[in-house]
């Protein structure tokens, strides 16, 4: 089974926190769908089996209009061979979910919604920068629930000035409305942002990891109280609605990511495309991918996993570590996990390395302690 990602990259405005690939402009979308589907017939060969899951990202996927996502749609079907049961994912902005779009988008092969809400509070939004507000992230959810079942929304915490109250206020908002799946990550300050330039200015106070860190974990607390499982660190699904597409990230299956800044990978090589639009479109208008291509070393596959599954509930397996890279690779592992298991980072469960309550907020600097720096 494999994936397909198509990176839609337009936004009506800029997010002040975003550091993703896109234009405001929309002036080359039509050509940019006519690339997209270019780009899907000529690497066709890399998916020979099953295609399991189709997620449309961005940018704000919700800006395509009905004949554009037929198109592509159209394309996919008839070069790709799609499940009897995909997931088909489409990442939407509140204040593009008329109760129009919302139909038109149920009537295509579409069948679960990703909604951006970030925050039900009006200062959050406008701290943000984002196009829709407070009464649009609500009516959004609302309306989408008549057509859609599987439902996800993003929230952010961490935001400076936002209180813990506030944070249980937006979690108990997001429960009334009774969605099936919640991703939730903290705000960080990328390089090149607005956010970035106004913390340094003084206009925002800076985003602190104290307060974070208590948010995440009044996050757990909630929603596990009331059936959600924390599946992988910022995802939260109740029984049936965990994303079958980020799982299959984590668990290194194959995906094809199209589009400028789409990224690919197969296992063994990782493949990414030109984060730049017109250089997108004029490659593909040749018949050309813009792709680049990087070889994988069993260091960096080692690496990888360790990464991706200490976020998830599975944790990592200590036999396909074995099975996957030799003995020497589940040694190592044993050895660096010791001290991290004594200080109470880790534990073991059933034969695998989970990272323990005490540890769960440091994720991704526990794996990296066990991460290979040298190939041996």
Not at 114 to 121: E, H, L, N, P
Not at 140 to 153: L, P, V
Not at 334 to 351: P, S, V
Request: aromatic share 10%; charged share 30%; glycine share 6%.
């Amino acid at each position: 089974m494999a994936g397909i990602y198509i990176h839609i990259p337009f936004c009506k405005q800029t997010c002040h926190y975003c550091d993703f690939h896109f234009s405001t402009s929309v002036k080359k979308k039509p050509a940019m769908v006519e690339a997209l589907c270019r780009e899907l017939e000529l690497r066709k060969e890399e998916i020979p089996g099953e295609v399991e899951t189709i997620y449309f990202g961005g940018g704000t996927p919700s800006l395509l209009e009905k004949e554009e996502l037929e198109k592509i749609f159209k394309v996919i079907y008839e070069n790709y061979s799609v499940g009897a049961d995909p997931e088909i994912t489409l990442e939407a902005n509140p204040d593009d979910l008329s109760e129009e779009k919302i139909k038109m988008l149920a009537d295509s092969p579409v069948n679960r919604l990703s909604i951006g809400v970030q925050s039900f509070f009006e200062e959050d939004l406008k701290l943000m920068n984002r196009a829709h507000n407070e009464k649009e992230a609500l009516r959004s959810i609302q309306a989408a629930k008549k057509y859609f079942d599987n439902i996800s929304i993003d929230l952010i915490y961490g935001i400076p000035g936002m209180s813990n109250d506030r944070w249980r206020e937006n979690l108990q908002i997001a429960l009334d409305l009774d969605v099936p799946h919640i991703s939730s990550y903290a705000l960080t300050v990328e390089p090149r942002t607005a956010l970035k330039s106004m913390i340094e200015k003084g206009k925002i106070a800076p985003v602190e990891e104290g307060p974070a860190r208590e948010q995440y974990e009044i996050m757990i607390e909630v929603l596990e109280k009331v059936g959600f499982e924390n599946y992988e660190f910022s995802n939260f699904g109740k029984l049936g609605y965990f994303s079958r597409n980020n799982t299959a990230y984590w668990f290194g299956k194959t995906y094809l990511g199209i589009g400028p800044s789409a990224h690919s990978f197969d296992g063994l090589r990782r493949k990414w495309n030109v984060s730049n639009n017109s250089l997108y479109i004029k490659a593909l208008e040749k018949g050309e991918i813009p792709v680049e291509i990087e070889e994988l070393s069993a260091k960096d596959r080692y690496n990888e996993l360790v990464m991706t599954r200490l976020r998830t509930k599975w944790g990592v397996s200590v036999d396909e570590v074995e099975r996957s890279f030799g003995r020497d690779y589940k040694e190592y592992l044993l050895r660096e996990a010791a001290r991290l298991i004594k200080d109470g980072m880790l534990e073991w469960k059933e034969g695998r390395l989970h990272v323990s309550k005490k540890g769960k907020f440091l994720s991704d600097g526990i794996a990296a302690e066990l991460f290979r720096v040298e190939e041996e």
